[in-house]
């Protein structure tokens, strides 16, 4: 039915998946882990991810399709949960809190219009994401990026992220270093932006088991996987834009 990417600023260690209604609405007394924002979760009402660090990600938003190939085989991490969108409206917020309390979240809500109704959201992490060195080292075995590739990829010319990665820090490269010592990275333009986390939206048919949750958010590292292959990243190239509908 639809793909697009969120590009989300963020400054907080968490974030909100929900409804528009939330903002100010029904969980404005809530407060993080206690008893109505923990019924907020099981309820499906707002869904809220802690995050390793305060950056910035682009989040991309699948409704009611298959993934395709490359975000099938690249994510790191998935957690399945009921979401409810009674008013038809997405958001995706850099915080969570302030938002259900009615504070001005505008700088870091992104938003979306999608079919009012209950939903069955899988949420994944791709490496390139905030959480995705996180979910890749609790998958284990913990290796160096750049020797996954290689193990995984033999042959391939490095892309242009692993590149710099590893300009920057040679130790990501066992056995390579010295081929790093001097290496200059440039991009031509701007560095590709990465997809770093996914939400596929379908009809909730039966609801999810509850995910784990601690001091109040959805935790990170559940359902961590290793691909088989190292991943390259998920370019957004269904990136949203300011007015957007």
Request: glycine share 10%; aromatic share 10%; proline share 7%.
């Amino acid at each position: 039915m639809s793909r697009t990417d969120l590009d989300v600023y963020n400054e907080a260690c968490g974030f909100l998946i929900g409804s528009a209604s939330l903002h100010g609405g029904a969980y404005s007394e809530a407060v993080d882990g206690d008893a109505e924002w923990l019924a907020g979760i099981a309820a499906g009402d707002f869904l809220p991810f802690e995050l390793v660090q305060d950056d910035g990600f682009i989040i991309r938003v699948v409704i009611d399709e298959p993934l395709s190939a490359r975000e099938e085989d690249e994510w790191v991490g998935r957690t399945r949960h009921k979401l409810r969108v009674p008013d038809g409206r997405l958001v995706v917020v850099g915080g969570c809190q302030e938002y259900l309390a009615g504070e001005e979240m505008d700088e870091f809500t992104a938003s979306l219009d999608v079919p009012p109704g209950d939903y069955l959201a899988e949420v994944y992490s791709y490496y390139h994401g905030v959480n995705g060195e996180f979910c890749l080292r609790e998958a284990g075995p913990d290796e160096p990026i750049a020797a996954y590739f290689r193990r995984t990829r033999p042959g391939e010319p490095f892309p242009l992220w692993l590149r710099d990665l590893c300009a920057d820090d040679p130790r990501l490269d066992p056995g390579h270093e010295e081929e790093w010592r001097d290496e200059q990275v440039d991009y031509d333009a701007e560095k590709p932006a990465h997809v770093g986390f996914l939400i596929h939206l379908s009809p909730l048919v039966e609801e999810p088991a509850a995910p784990a949750i601690e001091r109040g958010w959805i935790a990170i590292g559940q359902g961590a996987r290793r691909p088989d292959a190292c991943p390259l990243g998920l370019v957004a190239d269904h990136l949203a834009v300011e007015g957007d509908e």
